[in-house]
Structure formats: structure tokens, C-alpha cells
């Protein structure tokens, strides 16, 4: 009965994280101007994310209330996911802001710079692995997972660089656009933050360890 709650519970967060996925693969497309793209999906999947949260945080609550033994690891994983499925809704937060700011640019056809589809599709690569390391308990593939956020910093920095090089050159109107583009930019870099957090707590889980990265 334990462990098929436990199961049961990751479950519940592995098909969180794959929602969230969801959002930041149409939040990526809608920044590539794919016309299939749709606002709207990604506006339905948060609040379904927002509950699916709740629901999590609900049932470890429950489960650690019902004062069962559990093993050192059970209790991490507990404890665990309710911060695990914090972090995914507010990535679904973020997407959802990120959409809405590439909805726009494409209904004014202003240009998207390419590094934010970019960083979008490292961010949902890098939640699958996560996800995967999650369910299977494969914490050796932690650290490379971490590894991946420098290259979502390193495309953060450069285009907030890029967009900031002359935006006192700018009309009103593009400058307005490239400051929505920076928040763009903060909120997907935001959003590797949170991946990185959550595969941080996967590895927790797992050796009962703080993760540290080798000097």
C-alpha cells in the first residue's frame, strides 16, 4: 500500500511535468511564428497545471499525515515533490507570459529573436530528462542535466546584451517591443532555473545528498 502510493504519487508529478512540457513546446513554437501554434492552449494547460499542483501538494500532505513507516527516501520524495511541482507550475507561469509576449509580436509582425525559441527548446529538453531521471531514479544523469543551463544563461546574456546595445536608438514603439523581449529572455532563463532546482531534488531524493557541482 506504501509503495504503490508512492508510485501513484510520482505519477501525478511525472504527468505534471509532461503538461508543463506541453506548454513550453507551444510557447516555443508560438516564438518561432509556427502558424500552428495556439495561445490559448497554453492558457488552458496553466490552470489545469495550477490544480494538478494542488492536488500534489494535497495528497503528500495526507500521506505524511497518515504517519505510515516510511523509508528515508519515501519521506524525501514526499517532501520533495511538493517543491518539484511548485517549480513546474510556476514554469507553467512563465510560459504562459513568454506566449502572450510572442502571440503579440506576431499579430504586430514584429521580428522574434531566434535565441528565445532557442533557449525554449533547451528548457523543454531539459525538463523530458528530468522527468526521466525522476521516474527511473537515474541520478547519474543529474549533473550533465544541470550542466545544460549554462547554455540557456550563455543565450539569456548574449541577447540581453544585444537587445540593450541600442535601444536608446530606437523608436518608442521598438523600443517598447525589445523591453517586452528582455522580460521574454528573464522569464525562460527564469524557467532553466527551476529544471535545474528540480533535478537538484531529484538527486536529493535519490543519495539524500546535496547535490554540489565538481570545482
Not at 509532461?18 to 516564438?31: D, H, I
Request: with cysteine; net charge negative.
Amino acid at each position: 500500500m506504501r509503495t504503490e502510493a508512492i508510485t501513484l504519487l510520482k505519477e501525478d508529478v511525472l504527468a505534471l511535468g509532461q503538461m508543463v512540457n506541453r506548454s513550453v513546446t507551444e510557447m516555443a513554437l508560438l516564438l518561432e511564428k509556427n502558424p500552428a501554434a495556439r495561445l490559448s492552449f497554453v492558457e488552458d494547460q496553466e490552470e489545469t497545471i495550477n490544480v494538478s499542483c494542488q492536488q500534489i501538494e494535497e495528497r503528500c500532505l495526507d500521506l505524511l499525515m497518515e504517519r505510515q513507516a516510511f523509508s528515508p527516501q519515501e519521506i524525501r520524495t514526499l517532501v520533495a515533490s511538493i517543491i518539484i511541482a511548485a517549480k513546474f507550475e510556476r514554469m507553467g507561469d512563465h510560459a504562459n507570459r513568454v506566449a502572450r509576449i510572442a502571440q503579440w509580436a506576431a499579430e504586430d509582425t514584429i521580428d522574434i529573436p531566434p535565441e528565445l525559441a532557442e533557449m525554449a527548446h533547451v528548457v523543454r529538453r531539459t525538463v523530458e530528462d528530468v522527468l526521466l531521471c525522476f521516474v527511473s531514479d537515474a541520478i547519474d544523469k543529474v549533473p550533465q542535466i544541470i550542466q545544460s543551463d549554462n547554455r540557456i544563461d550563455y543565450l539569456h546574456d548574449f541577447l540581453s546584451k544585444r537587445l540593450l546595445s541600442d535601444l536608446g536608438e530606437q523608436d518608442h514603439a521598438q523600443a517598447q517591443m525589445r523591453a517586452q523581449f528582455l522580460f521574454c529572455a528573464r522569464f525562460i532563463e527564469r524557467m532553466g532555473d527551476a529544471a535545474t532546482s528540480v533535478a537538484k531534488r531529484v538527486f536529493f531524493i535519490g543519495t539524500g545528498t546535496r547535490f554540489k557541482a565538481e570545482e
